[in-house]
């Protein structure tokens, strides 16, 4: 998906310095010298401000805003079924106007769904990364047969076209299963699919950061002092992975984002009335409205291209704060 | 759901002819107009050539095999290549309901008391391959209907009606007997002769015999399953190749004689279907000229309809004929709290019928807001004689009356309201927003709903159709739509309001509505002969239902038609709702 | 010393076991995809009567499902149903229509549930049009996006680096029915450039058939080629930073040929293994890109057999899909294999 990165070798524990007892040097630890390569890149910045006031309305936002299942009849031409007014009836009540056909609030639904969006690419993307370090890890780090195993089934998961996957299970699964019904159930369908089926994605890059820091000198620095398997796995190890993790973490959320979008347009997407941002793109698209009422589809659009927009620029970013070779 | 989802015509559309009391030669013909193509042949002319270009939005939505299929517009295709034994009249206007004889030299002569009914079919009428028709090609065809494993698309008249045998039959690919004549419900004493013997007198059975599957199917050229890939014609066109769910083209039938069959033309040199189209595409192409029909013919998409009404020039090219279906809410009477008519009329008066018909598309491509059940091309309905009967004020207060309703909760014992679930099909737009709309109205009163959607595939034969689970799910609204397999009360009425059309699966009185007048007015139909007096049982049933708040009436379906300026011979044919695709030609 | 047989070439064991392998990997992959179209609805509580009563038409009887259920083959237990499904791809199945046992010759992936035909026919006649989607994008993503990577790297922090660099993020942060709605809304319809956008196969007019696919290899390639761009200017700013670089600098060997012998090819290296997967996962069909522009590829057919819960035609395009895939990672495992002795231990 994206260039591999590589933990640079300079970053040497304090640990092992303290441990033999001399002065500690003041050094700076890769996490501060990370962050401070990023509060220089502005751009990236502007995407994790932007990151932060969408996760605020989408935690906020629904408590602030109308009710996005109300009906406003009155504000539609009934010929027509379009919003009276222009740019889709904007006002000073709907500052986004009001949708075709059924008169609902675009701002409210756009708020609602930024919490749907934001949930099920987040959750989506917890299981993916959970599910991915956890296997690359013990894939990378044990070898042998475990090794051989992990890396079989990721060669089988990534045989799934992910896509089509997702579809065919939501249409195949009975609308109330497992204890759930309605949303939540298509909700975890679609958590599930994603997070089951994207792990190997997480799992191949981790297996291969873990493979080539198994055999740097600080791991062996601190095994000629004694120290275990988990010692190594727990201190050495996982700190010195949490930098992709975090860059493919970021990098991930708006492909799933994106994901939903597009299962919506393909009508497998959160269940109406239940707004999601994919939903209204595709109802936009799939009912001809875009072409009479265009903002029905730039408004929803917009959100999905900045949201994926600033989760790419921050990714990025942190991508490049994180490798001192990728120089800007 | 976005796709393929527009257009899946639940059965056979009716049209109604709309204002004017005029036949064909209704006046002369004006060129152009809006709703010109409901009373006049448009662009009629006699001449051949062209390539005559439909798209549908979807495949073909059950089967080309015309023993399997149950759609308003695979009847109207099929007649390009089958010949049933009768047909609806080709012409615009209130004729076009008419059934009349196509392959059959006359309507049934009707013997031993309604329960023998005789047809005697045309001498000379041929396959496409050049061997002559006889009357046991008919009752081949009718044979194959009796195997609903292989064929279970189609409709389930025959063997409903006709005479049982034991063992029941089974089917032309399992029969034994010689010749594969092993159903002996139906004789053919001679090649031009068929003779149908029913189980109980029938008096529609003319109009079950204008069904495509009377459609005759040379036993020798039979192929089952793969029949719908090349059925073999009687018709003008024959199928030269087809890629289900890709394109179907048809050429002419060098073997039909037009002496044989006033109903179809035979004037493009080719027919070309292209499926799952885009429905955005399906519009634009159709403006643009590129394709000149859309198959469905339940109308334009928002985008174009509102070109179509905003563009003077364009709206003169287009009809806004009544599709013969209705839309309406069943109001389950075995759902509590709706058991008591009270509760169900509540709904009747709170539900805010205006949004109801926003919902559906607005007064064009919606409907016209309904008080009665029957739409008016359904002969003898309320709607058809004009008369007024409006119990719960839908055309006075259609934002609803919700001091009547809250005094009908008082009277059901639920005076602060209740809660219920609504059911819909979640792939259909208009359903979907019908839902909300209700909901939002209902809760004015108190009446707290719950949606439930499921997928057109599954929604009568898994969810809203079985009676199980509904009662189980407290689903006491369900969304629904229903066309008359044929224009009369018994075709609108039966499956819908009957208490033994109550069904465990694949239900369609999803009322469960069990009223015993309703039912013996119903069953008074199978039994009189004389039409006047039939069809004026129509219009009891209509206002029975309504008396007892079975149904929530919501519109008589309309669409938006765009009449292609390179079409000729085009007009609204009232029992298809659409278009008649069987006399189309290009200019 | 011991005589000792030649021992084979390395890349034909390479190759030998890989094939092994894909063959393994393909036999768990239909398992896997069988157990979750067909096991877990039951586990979800659907029945086969459900099921079949789905394909009954509007005017179900308990006789007519039941006869629909045995016509559908599915009232036999799962284990026998995946027997047969694997039957019939390696040995081919027979089938009543009726009037004939038919015989559906391997690989037969079964019949429709909706409409009786053999799926392997249905699949094999949509593939023309994926394909000729998916290569003819390829290619224009590929050379579009590793020149404007090449050349952005090249270039670092100049107006050209920027510029294509902020439309390539603008591209991958755009849902695709977006781009390919607006193409049609610009070039089809509101100017006929590229009206009534339909296939037309190459073997019949080949000029018709590029012209109608142009807005379709647009909308494709753009999202892509927007991704390899950034991934290739990535990669050539790692790449140049190599010491290897400087030495081949150092050695006065000309810049063209630095950059394109040794940096580029270094750089090219992930960009294969992903071209690899984007490839064989769009082979599978361009879901999106067909629904938009109706063309009849495996994607659509997918989305159809989706909508009718057809089981078959859902696990043999699922299969279909599965099986480029993961000949295409094949085909890239064995690039690697010819080119770094490495890989092959």
């Known amino acids: 998906m994206t260039a591999p990165l590589e933990a640079p070798a300079d970053a040497a524990p304090e640990t092992v310095l303290a441990g033999v007892g001399a002065k500690a040097i003041e050094g700076r630890s890769l996490g501060q010298i990370a962050w401070m390569r990023l509060r220089r890149d502005k751009v990236a910045i502007a995407g994790g401000i932007f990151i932060l006031f969408l996760i605020l309305v989408a935690i906020v936002g629904p408590h602030l805003v109308q009710d996005p299942t109300v009906y406003n009849a009155n504000l539609i031409d009934p010929t027509l079924s379009a919003p ?12 986004f106007g009001v949708e075709p ?67 065919a299970l939501v249409g195949v699964i009975p609308s109330s299963a497992f204890g759930l019904s309605g949303n939540s159930l298509r909700i975890g369908l679609l958590i599930f699919v994603i997070g089951f089926f994207a792990w190997p994605y997480m799992g191949r890059i981790i297996r291969g950061q873990t493979l080539s820091l198994r055999e740097r000198e600080f791991v062996d620095a601190a095994r000629s002092l004694g120290a275990r398997g988990p010692y190594v796995l727990f201190r050495e190890l996982l700190p010195n992975l949490w930098g992709p993790i975090l860059v493919y973490t970021t990098l991930l959320i708006p492909t799933n984002i994106l994901f939903e979008a597009a299962l919506s347009y393909l009508g497998v997407g959160i269940i109406p009335p239940t707004p999601s941002w994919g ?5 936009a698209v799939n009912s001809g409205f875009y072409a009479i009422d265009p903002m029905y589809m730039i408004i929803p659009g917009l959100a999905i291209f900045l949201t994926v927009l600033a989760f790419n620029l921050f990714g990025d970013g942190l991508r490049d704060a994180l490798d001192p070779r990728s120089a800007r | 759901m976005g796709v393929t989802a527009f257009g899946a015509v639940a059965a056979l559309a009716l049209a109604a002819c709309s204002s004017s009391t005029s036949t ?15 009373t006049h042949v448009m662009n009629p002319s006699s001449q051949k050539g062209g390539t005559l270009n439909f798209a549908s939005s979807s495949g073909i939505p059950d089967s080309t095999d015309p023993g399997n299929t149950y759609y308003a517009q695979m009847w109207n295709l099929s007649r390009l290549y089958a010949m049933p034994l009768m047909t609806y009249k080709s012409c615009p206007g209130k004729c076009g309901g008419q059934v009349v004889p196509m392959l059959a030299t006359a309507p049934g ?48 008249y025959f063997p409903a009606l006709l005479a049982p045998q034991k063992p029941a039959y089974p089917g032309p690919y399992k029969d034994r007997s010689k010749n594969l004549m092993g159903l002996k419900a139906v004789e053919t004493p001679n090649p031009t002769t068929i003779v149908f013997h029913l189980a109980k007198p029938f008096a529609d059975f003319n109009y079950v015999v204008a069904i495509p599957q009377t459609a005759p199917v040379p036993p020798n050229k039979d192929t089952g399953a793969n029949y719908q890939l090349h059925p073999i014609s009687t018709g003008p066109y024959m199928f030269q190749s087809y890629q289900i769910n890709k394109q179907l083209t048809m050429v002419p039938n060098p073997h039909w004689n037009p002496a044989t069959d006033p109903n179809a033309k035979q004037l493009p040199s080719k027919i070309v279907l292209t499926f799952n189209v885009n429905p955005n595409d399906v519009d634009n192409r159709l403006l643009a000229g590129d394709i000149q029909v859309d198959l469905p013919g339940t109308g334009v998409q928002a985008a174009a309809r509102t070109k179509i009404l905003t563009t003077p020039s364009l709206k003169a090219q287009s009809d806004n004929p009544v599709s013969g279906f209705s839309w309406f809410f069943g109001l389950n009477t075995r759902v509590p709290p709706l058991t008591n008519i009270h509760c169900r009329m509540a709904i009747e008066y709170a539900a805010n019928k205006t949004n109801n018909q926003t919902a559906y598309g607005g007064p064009f491509a919606g409907g016209a807001i309904a008080s009665t059940v029957a739409p008016p091309n359904v002969v003898g309905s309320v709607a058809a004689s004009g008369k007024k009967f409006d119990l719960y004020e839908a055309t006075t207060k259609p934002q609803g009356d919700l001091t009547k309703a809250k005094q009908q909760l008082q009277q059901c014992g639920q005076p602060n309201g209740f809660s219920t679930g609504i059911t819909y099909r979640s792939d259909r737009p208009k359903e979907v927003s019908a839902a909300q709309a209700m909901q939002a109205s209902l809760a004015r009163v108190g009446i707290k709903l ?40 018994y075709g609108e009425f039966y499956y819908i309001v009957h208490g033994a059309a109550i069904s465990p699966v694949g239900n369609t009185n999803l009322e469960e509505l069990n009223d015993p007048k309703v039912n013996s007015l119903l069953d008074k139909f199978a039994t009189t002969t004389d039409a006047a007096l039939r069809n004026s049982y129509t219009a009891q049933i209509d206002m029975q239902v309504m008396r007892d708040a079975a149904i929530l009436p919501n519109v008589f379906a309309k669409a938006l038609l765009y009449r292609s300026p390179k079409l000729t011979n085009v007009y609204v044919q009232s029992y298809y709702g659409m278009y008649n695709y069987a006399v189309l030609g290009l200019k | 010393m011991i005589a000792r047989a030649p021992a084979p070439h390395p890349v034909i064991t390479f190759i030998v076991r890989r094939l092994i392998a894909t063959v393994f990997l393909l036999i768990v992959v239909s398992m896997v995809t069988f157990s979750i179209f067909f096991l877990l609805p039951r586990l979800a509580g659907q029945t086969t009567y459900g099921l079949a009563a789905q394909y009954v038409g509007r005017s179900p009887t308990p006789a007519a499902v039941h006869a629909i259920e045995r016509q559908l083959g599915l009232d036999v237990p799962l284990p026998v149903q995946y027997g047969r499904f694997l039957k019939g791809i390696v040995f081919g199945r027979h089938f009543d229509s009726g009037t004939s046992k038919a015989y559906c010759p391997p690989p037969c992936f079964g019949y429709s549930f909706k409409n009786q035909q053999p799926v392997w026919p249905m699949m094999i006649s949509s593939v023309p049009v994926t394909v000729s989607l998916a ?70 007019n080949p000029l018709l058939w590029a012209k109608n696919l142009i807005l379709p290899w647009v909308t494709l390639a753009f999202l892509y080629a927007a991704l390899y761009a950034r991934l290739t200017r990535a990669g050539m700013l790692e790449t140049m930073n190599e010491d290897y670089i400087r030495t081949a600098r150092a050695k006065g060997l000309p ?23 984007d490839i064989g996962l769009l082979l599978g069909g361009a879901v999106i890109t067909e629904v938009t522009f109706s063309l009849h590829g495996l994607g659509q057919f997918t989305i159809l057999a989706i909508d009718s819960q057809d089981l078959p035609e859902i696990m043999g395009v699922t299969m279909l899909a599965a099986f480029f895939i993961v000949f295409a990672n094949l085909v890239v495992d064995i690039l690697y294999a010819y080119v770094d002795p490495r890989v092959r231990s």
Not at chain 1, 279 to 283: N, Q, T
Not at chain 2, 26 to 35: D, E, I
Not at chain 3, 174 to 190: C, D, K, N, Q
Request: proline fraction near 6%; hydrophobic fraction near 50%.
């Open chain 3, 255 to 277: 810049e063209r040929t630095v950059i394109v012998k040794h940096g580029l090819r270094a750089a090219l290296t992930p960009i294969v293994t992903i071209f690899g997967l």
């Open chain 2, 109 to 156: 002569v009707i013997s031993d008391n309604g329960l023998t009914w005789t047809y005697h079919i045309q001498p000379n009428v041929h396959f496409e391959d050049g061997t002559l028709v006889t009357s046991s090609d008919v009752k081949y065809a009718v044979e194959r209907t009796f195997d609903r494993g292989k064929f279970p698309l189609g409709p389930g």
């Open chain 1, 101 to 167: 056909v059924t008169g609902r609030d675009v701002l409210s639904r756009v708020v609602n769904g930024a919490q749907v969006s934001l949930l099920i690419a987040f959750l989506a993307t917890a299981l993916a990364v959970i599910i991915g370090v956890f296997m690359g890890v013990v894939a990378g780090f044990f070898g042998g047969w475990a090794d051989a195993v992990i890396a079989r089934s990721m060669d089988v998961f990534l045989a799934f076209p992910l896509l089509l996957f997702a579809i």
């Open chain 1, 279 to 283: 939903g209204m793109l595709s109802d």
């Open chain 1, 84 to 95: 009276r007014g222009p740019f889709g009836g904007i006002s000073l009540a709907h500052p």
């Open chain 2, 24 to 38: 064909t030669s209704g006046g002369p013909t004006p060129a152009t107009g809006f709703n010109a193509g409901i």
């Open chain 2, 450 to 489: 719950t949606l439930h959607g499921f997928p057109t595939a599954t929604y009568t034969s898994n969810f809203a159709g079985v009676p199980k689970y509904v009662h189980s799910h407290d689903l006491g609204i369900i969304v629904y739509g229903w066309a008359p397999d044929w224009p009369d009360g």
């Open chain 3, 135 to 204: 290569i003819g994008a390829a290619i224009l993503w590929l050379v579009g996006g590793v020149s404007i990577g090449v050349l952005s790297a090249l270039r670092r922090g100049t107006l050209f680096d920027r510029f294509s660099m902020g439309v390539a993020l603008a591209g991958v942060s755009l849902p695709i029915f977006f781009t390919g709605l607006i193409a049609l809304a610009l070039f089809s319809y509101r100017w006929p450039i590229f009206p009534n956008v339909q296939f037309v196969p190459f073997t019949q």
